[in-house]
């Protein structure tokens, strides 16, 4: 039998930086029975540079060989940023602006046979409140990011639309916060597929990244839309689109099957759109070959007929 490629195997290919950085484990947030989010904080005022929907190299103590993992938080956060903090001891509170320190974000999936992760899972977050430093070390890496190197032709860039499968939300989410941040003048669509245990009793708190997402798609944020798919056992004979419950005024609709590609033929209509227009995919393999493939084949072969450059694309294994 073969032995599975380990994630420096299968990013040999891809660019890297050369620094390692030193990272402490600051914070640890259970999403879900199978995921976790990690805050790794940089120490003394540092920063670290990456562009949106980079991964980092992640060598955890008496493993020999790195993990790799998404960073799923915004470029603007990897650096010192202000933070609003009100002062409640004082008779008239004032609003006083703070310093904290730049951290990057992981979202990882519980992964006994991945060691890094493995270990990563082992962690209690009790821990944190001790007097030990939980350290790791971090290299960046990746060429799946935003904006898209090298922009794909003079066309201007009007609409970007983001197909996530699972945790393939993970490079998205920092791209997506980072549109927001830098206020692209750019519609953004997400389609977002998950699996649910139960689709017909949604716990949107377990969804990985829901609120966030709802947020940047909130008033006066991005320009565009957010739709979740909810795949499961009680989903497949389901169509039905609705609002979900306690976020209506977001607009984050909902459907229970998986997404397929007329989903994004509704978002880019006509061949002036797709001219104008990047499209991002994470998912499994399966998923991401068959978008891609359907996006970039000729119209008269009943695909979309995109340029290779305006589809971009990451498989999660």
């Not at 599975?4 to 660019?15: I, N, S, Y």
Request: with cysteine; glycine share 8%; hydrophobic share 35%.
């Amino acid at each position: 039998m073969a032995t599975k490629e380990g994630h420096l195997e299968r990013t040999a290919h891809e660019p890297r930086d050369s620094s390692l950085h030193k990272v402490v484990i600051t914070r640890i947030d259970q999403i879900n029975p199978s995921i976790r989010l990690f805050r790794l904080t940089i120490p003394d005022h540092g920063s670290i540079h990456f562009k949106p929907g980079q991964w980092l190299d992640v060598y955890c103590p008496g493993i020999s060989k790195a993990g790799g993992f998404t960073i799923t938080s915004p470029p603007s956060l990897a650096r010192p940023h202000p933070r609003p903090h009100h002062d409640p001891t004082q008779p008239t509170p004032d609003v006083v602006i703070q310093l904290e320190e730049g951290y990057l974000e992981l979202a990882i999936q519980k992964s006994p046979e991945n060691p890094a992760a493995h270990y990563l899972w082992q962690l209690e977050p009790a821990l944190l409140d001790s007097e030990l430093e939980l350290i790791l070390y971090v290299r960046v890496g990746g060429s799946f990011v935003f904006p898209p190197k090298p922009a794909p032709t003079t066309t201007p860039l009007r609409k970007v639309v983001f197909v996530a499968g699972g945790v393939g939300i993970n490079p998205l989410i920092s791209m997506l916060s980072h549109i927001h941040d830098q206020e692209f003048p750019v519609g953004v669509q997400l389609l977002y597929s998950v699996k649910h245990p139960e689709p017909d009793n949604i716990e949107t708190d377990k969804v990985l990244f829901l609120d966030r997402i709802a947020a940047l798609f909130g008033p006066g944020s991005l320009r565009g839309t957010a739709h979740l798919f909810l795949t499961g056992e009680s989903s497949v004979n389901s169509q039905g689109d609705k609002e979900i419950a306690g976020i209506l005024p977001i607009g984050v609709s909902l459907s229970r099957r998986r997404i397929n590609i007329s989903d994004i033929e509704r978002i880019l209509y006509n061949a002036e759109e797709r001219k104008s227009a990047v499209v991002y995919i994470c998912g499994v393999p399966s998923m991401t070959d068959e978008f891609v493939h359907k996006l970039t084949a000729p119209v008269s072969d009943g695909g979309l007929g995109m340029e290779k450059e305006r589809v971009l694309f990451e498989k999660w294994w």
